[in-house]
């Protein structure tokens, strides 16, 4: 039972334009939501975190949205930039310290 | 930023040998780690939660006694793949969350686990 979504297996933008990558979940319980960027054969690299209290996180260009009735988080890059090809986990967690990860979704920002 | 290392990144090894894979938290100190396995374009999925001076928490489905965790100190665990099959091959990543962090756990670079 997957708890946590990536429906989009990849997604391409234009540098310069933004990137937007969604993640759905099912488990009511979860209150601390987080997004990682992974590179292949490298462990993921926290961006942006966002509790269940707030439904906005801002942090340079990356911004985290939750919308707790839908149970769906998204993360807004803008401007989106060549380096931040890679592939995006978001991650979910609860009472207890795991975490549970999405399936990733593959960004590409071409010139 | 905390960093989190692991050793070794890569690691070849025989059929039925035992591979050993270290975590460390570098600049911080942390109760909990955790173990995490990925195979190719899928997702990171949790093997178990080590805990200093006590036993590991391991999910369900994921074999105790096959994959053995010590978690020796605030700064250290390790892994060990017991009698290792060419079905262990793999991607094992380590995490650790900082005492003072709301929540994020920080990553180390993977060690990638390849089974003759």
């Known amino acids: 039972d997957q708890q946590v979504k990536q429906n989009s297996p990849s997604l391409s933008v234009q540098e310069g334009r933004i990137s937007i990558l969604n993640c759905d979940y099912t488990?009511?319980?979860?209150?601390?939501f987080l997004w990682y960027k992974k590179y292949p054969a490298e462990g993921p690299t926290f961006l942006i975190s966002?509790?269940?209290?707030?439904d906005k996180n801002e942090d340079g260009r990356f911004t985290v949205f939750l919308n707790k009735s839908a149970k769906h988080l998204s993360l807004h890059i803008v401007p989106s930039q060549p380096g931040d090809s890679a592939v995006y986990f978001c991650?979910?967690?609860?009472?207890?310290?795991?975490?549970?990860f999405g399936t990733g979704t593959r960004l590409q920002v071409f010139p | 930023g905390a960093v989190v290392s692991q050793h070794p990144s890569w690691v070849i090894c025989k059929s039925g040998t035992s591979v050993k894979i270290e975590c460390r938290s570098l600049?911080?100190?942390?109760?909990?780690m955790f173990w995490y396995r990925q195979f190719p374009k899928q997702s990171l999925m949790l093997m178990a939660t080590?805990?200093?001076?006590?036993?590991?928490?391991?999910e369900q489905g994921v074999e105790k006694d096959k994959f053995l965790i010590n978690h020796a100190s605030l700064t250290l665990s390790t892994l060990t793949v017991t009698s290792a099959h060419p079905e262990d091959s793999s991607f094992y990543i380590c995490?650790?969350?900082?005492?003072?962090?709301?929540?994020?756990?920080?990553f180390g670079p993977g060690t990638r686990l390849t089974v003759l």
């Open positions: 995490s650790a969350r900082p005492g003072t962090s709301m929540g994020e756990q920080f």
């Open positions: 488990n009511s319980m979860f209150d601390y």
């Open positions: 966002i509790s269940s209290i707030k």
């Open positions: 991650a979910a967690s609860g009472v207890s310290d795991k975490l549970i």
């Open positions: 600049d911080f100190q942390a109760t909990t």
């Open positions: 080590s805990n200093e001076g006590s036993k590991a928490t391991y």
